[in-house]
Nanobody, 125 residues
């Protein structure tokens, strides 16, 4: 079974930048959409950004619009999340997700059947 692994988390100062990466263990993994979610302590898992594996269509949650950018590398089977102008409220565990199903609302947790273990992002003020 394919797995997803996040990397790139850490501590960053407010206003700084950070890039997260998500790699799939199986190069032949066939997915329709990949996404990033985040979860802060005591809060529900929140949609950050998503990208369709076929084509270049991207989607962003309200908190990410104008500051974050999702991108993909089809050959490497990886998805990146470029985070700019980060804020303390961006502090959370960030999860990579993938859906092997062709339907479903991109912003919903239930759409995704593969998840990474998560990587901590801490923004200091």
């Amino acid at each position: 079974q394919a797995h997803l692994a996040e990397s790139g988390g850490g501590v960053v100062q407010a206003g700084g930048s950070l890039t997260l990466s998500c790699a799939a263990s199986a190069r032949t993994l066939n997915t329709y959409v990949r996404a990033w979610f985040r979860q802060a302590p005591g809060k529900e898992r929140e949609f950050v950004a998503g990208i369709r594996w076929s084509g270049e269509t991207t989607y962003y949650g309200d908190s990410a619009k104008g500051r974050f950018a999702i991108s993909k590398d089809n050959d490497k089977n990886t998805v990146n999340l470029q985070m700019d102008n980060v804020k303390p409220e961006d502090t959370a565990v960030y999860y990579c997700a993938a859906s092997t199903r062709s339907s479903g609302f991109i912003g919903k947790v239930e759409t995704y059947d593969l998840w990474g273990q998560g990587t901590q992002v801490t923004v200091s003020s």
